[in-house]
């Protein structure tokens, strides 16, 4: 498992971070001057300081969290917090600033291997078996997001919410569904 910082243009390597997980997890995602990126749920969070040249395993390590890594799911940046869905059906929040552990909410609705995403003020989080939990975000300490609604399609999804302008997309085992007007 490496992170990789590569040129924007050509895409020649600038730096990289080594772990020791397996060479592939959840998709890294980009906020107030980190890149977050993890192996698997069995390797630490990691927030990474994109500046580096060369080798940055032991410079450029922001900060690093065990507990909070998604199997499959990416990472959901919403300013200032990071969210990240864990085994066990929890939803948890962490300041990206500084990795500091915020709530984790426990929703019981399957396994959340589809990514999180935020629209419109609200984070929707959608389970394999095909039920979206819609939440009002938190940043409080102990707080967890309020739970504003929770919504079956009672088919697989295995793919995350797409938002095209005020609608959502999300497609099941069996269908299409467009949500919104």
Known sequence: DIIRGCGPVDGHLIWTVAGSGEPSGPSPVIGDGLG?????????????????QGDCTETHIAWEQKGYTP???????????LYTCTDGSYFCC????????LWRLQLKIGALNPSPIYADGKIYVLSEQGTTIVLKPSGERDKPAEILAKNELKE????????????L?????????????
């Open 36 to 52: 977050y990126a993890s192996a698997t749920n069995r390797e630490p969070l990691r927030a990474v300081r994109p500046d580096g």
């Open 71 to 81: 199997m499959m799911s990416s990472y959901l940046y919403v300013k200032p917090f």
């Open 94 to 101: 962490l300041d990206a600033t500084t990795g500091a552990f």
């Open 156 to 167: 697989s999804c295995r793919a995350s919410i797409a938002v095209a302008g005020k609608q």
């Open 169 to 181: 997309i999300i497609r099941s085992s069996d269908r299409l569904w467009c949500i919104g007007k």
